[in-house]
C-alpha cells in the first residue's frame, strides 16, 4: 500500500511563524509556530523552523511521506521562489527561500505571498468552495488580497499581483509610514489605520466627549475602539463608519475589474462583524455601476486565521506548476 | 477541399457600427459600416445591418463559408449575449442581441463587451501578441478596459469584469451625468473629461490668458485643447498634465491588482501622444510599490481603431466558448 501523503504549510508573518501538517482533506494534524522576528539571519530561522519541524515530520512516518512545503509569506514571489525586499520581515533584500528550504528539507518547496495563500487556502477549504472568481481581502495589522478569477489565482507578470491593500484610495490623503505612498487602502482600513483614525477624529473635535479619551493615546488599539463601539461611543462608532466608507469604496472600485461573486473579508478587523461590514456592503453597493449592484456577496471568511494561511500554503504543495518561469 | 473559413466582426458604437469580413489569419477582406443611433427599434437594426452585410456575405462565398459572428457591444455581457442597460445605445433595457442574430443570420453569434473585444484583437493581432498578462485601455469618448490574465480575458462572475472607467480615483469630484458616480476615471480621461478639465481650468483663473479663450465654451474638445497645447498655450498644457497625473494614479492601482506586463493605451486620446503618455507614465511609476516599479511597459495601439474592435470581435468567433452559462 502506498504510503499516506501529506504537504507541510508555513505561514511567515512579520511577528512568527506558524506551521502544520495537513493532509489531501486539509485535515492538519500538527501545528506549532516559532518567532520570526528574533532571526536576524535566514540560515538561523531556517535552522530553528527544521527542529520545530523535525517531530511533526516523524509523527507522519518521516520526510518520506511529505510531498512538498508550501510557504505564504509577505512579499513572497511565486514564479521566483524569493521574498523580495519584505518591508515587514527582518530579512532584507531578495531572499531565494524556495532554494534554501529544498536544500534543508530536500523536498519540492512552493512559496507566493501570504494573502494569495490565504485565498487558495479559502478556495479549498473554506466559504469560496466551489467558487471561480472571488478576492479575498485580509485586514489585519496591513491589508492583503489575493484574487482569484477563471478559478486561478491571478498572479500577474511577475508573481506580485494582488496588492490591493497599496491601491490609492484618497489621493493626497494619509501617509503610509511604511511604504511612502498616500492615501492607501491599507493606511485607513488595517488595525493600524483604525487606531489612526480614531486618534484623528479625538484630535479633530478636542471637547467631544468620548469613552477612548480615557485611553492614553499610544494605547489606543483597534480592539479598543471596538470595546467602545459596542459600548455605544459615538466618536467609535464613526471611526467604524469612516472605515467602511473607504473600505467599501475600494472594494466597489475592485468589483468594477474583476467582476468577482463573492468579496471574502478574512483578518482580525473582521471581529468587528457588523460594525465594519455595515458600512462596507453600504458604501460598496452605492459606487457600484447598477450592471453589480447586489450582486456581490461579502461574507467574513469562516476558517481560523491561522488555519487559513496553512491550509492555503499546504495547497501549493497539491498544485502543479505548469507555467512557472525559474 | 474544405472552403476557407471566414468570420464577421461587428463593433457597436453608440453612434455607429463598423464590420468586416475577417480571416484566420486577421485580414480583413471587407468593411462597412451603418449608423446605430439612428435605429430606435433594434429590430430595425439588425434589418439594415443584415442588408449592409450581403454584399460582404456574398463576396467571400456566402453565408456557407462564414464560421460565425463575433461583437463587440457596450454592456455587452458575454455569457448571457445580451446588451445589458447600455446608457450609449438606442436600446434600452436587456436586448438579447446574440439570439436575435442567431435568427437573423443563421451561423453562431458571440458577444463581448467593445473594450475586451479590442483587448482581444489586441492580444491575437497588435503589440500585446504573446503577452499573457496586460490591461487595455481604452479613452474614447468614455474610458474602456479589458483586461488579460494568465493568458485569458477576464469576464468575472457575470461577464461584466472591466469596468475601470468606472472605478473612483477622486472620491466626492467630478459628477459623471451618465452614471451619477463621483470621480470616476472616465469623468477625467475621457475625451469629455478633458475638455470639462479645460473650461475648469479657464474658469478657475478668469484673466489669464490662452489660446482655448478663442473659442466659444461649448465648441472646446479634446482635439481643440490638444491643438493649443502643441502650439505651447500654458492651460492646455497643464490639461494634460492634470489628465496624466488622474491617470497614472489610476494605473498604478491597476497594476497593483492584477501586475500587468503591459497597459495598452487605446482610441482617440492616444493621438495627443507625449502630451498624455509623459504625465501618465510619471504618475503611475511614482505611485507604485517599489516592486512593481520600472516593469511595466506603457503602450500605444499600434492597431487602426475600428480594426482592433473589428479584429477583436471577430476573433470571439475562432474561440470556443467551453465555459459559458446560457
Known amino acids: 500500500m502506498r504510503q499516506q501523503e501529506y504537504a507541510i504549510g ?5 511577528t512568527n511563524t506558524v506551521f502544520g501538517i495537513v493532509d ?62 519584505a518591508p515587514n520581515l527582518p530579512w532584507k533584500g531578495l531572499i531565494p527561500l524556495q532554494q534554501l528550504m529544498n536544500e534543508k528539507f530536500g523536498v519540492p ?26 478576492i479575498m481581502i485580509t485586514l489585519g495589522t496591513g491589508v492583503g488580497s489575493g ?39 491599507e493606511s485607513y482600513a488595517s488595525a493600524t489605520g483604525v487606531a489612526l483614525t480614531a486618534l484623528e477624529f479625538l484630535d479633530r473635535d478636542p471637547k467631544r466627549d468620548s469613552l477612548l479619551r ?4 499610544e494605547e489606543i ?27 467599501g469604496l475600494s472594494l466597489a472600485n475592485f468589483v468594477m475589474f474583476s467582476s468577482p461573486e463573492a468579496i471574502i473579508l478574512f483578518g482580525g478587523m473582521t471581529k468587528a462583524g457588523d460594525l465594519i461590514l455595515k458600512p462596507t456592503r453600504e ?15 461579502l461574507l467574513f471568511s469562516e476558517l481560523r486565521e491561522a488555519d487559513a494561511a496553512i491550509l492555503g500554503a499546504s495547497a501549493l504543495v497539491w498544485e502543479a506548476k505548469t507555467d512557472k518561469v525559474v
Chains 1, 2 share one sequence.
Not at 532571526?39 to 520545530?52: C, F, N, T, W
Open 10 to 14: 508555513i505561514d511567515i508573518g512579520g
Open 24 to 85: 489531501h482533506r486539509g485535515d492538519i494534524s500538527y501545528r506549532g509556530a516559532i518567532s520570526t522576528r528574533k532571526h536576524k539571519d535566514v540560515a538561523d530561522y531556517i535552522e530553528e523552523l527544521a527542529g520545530a519541524l523535525a517531530p511533526a515530520i516523524d509523527q507522519v512516518g518521516g520526510i518520506n511521506g511529505i510531498r512538498g512545503i508550501g510557504i505564504g509569506a509577505p512579499n513572497g514571489n511565486y514564479y521566483k521562489g524569493t521574498i523580495e525586499y
Open 109 to 134: 518547496c512552493s512559496l507566493t505571498n501570504d494573502a494569495n495563500a490565504a485565498a487558495v487556502g479559502e478556495m479549498m477549504y473554506g466559504v469560496a468552495r466551489g467558487m471561480r472568481d472571488f
Open 147 to 185: 484574487i482569484v478569477a477563471n478559478g486561478q489565482l491571478i498572479y500577474g507578470h511577475d508573481g506580485f499581483a494582488g496588492e490591493l491593500g497599496h491601491t490609492t484610495i484618497i489621493p493626497g490623503g494619509r501617509l503610509h509610514k511604511g511604504t511612502g505612498l498616500r492615501g492607501s487602502l
Open 214 to 217: 480615557n485611553f492614553a493615546k
Open 221 to 247: 488599539d483597534s480592539r479598543i475602539v471596538y470595546d467602545c463601539a459596542i459600548q455605544g461611543d459615538e466618536i467609535a462608532k464613526e471611526v467604524y463608519e469612516f472605515t467602511g466608507e473607504v473600505l
Open 283 to 297: 458604501h460598496m453597493e452605492k459606487n457600484l455601476l447598477p450592471i453589480f449592484q447586489n450582486k456581490v456577496q
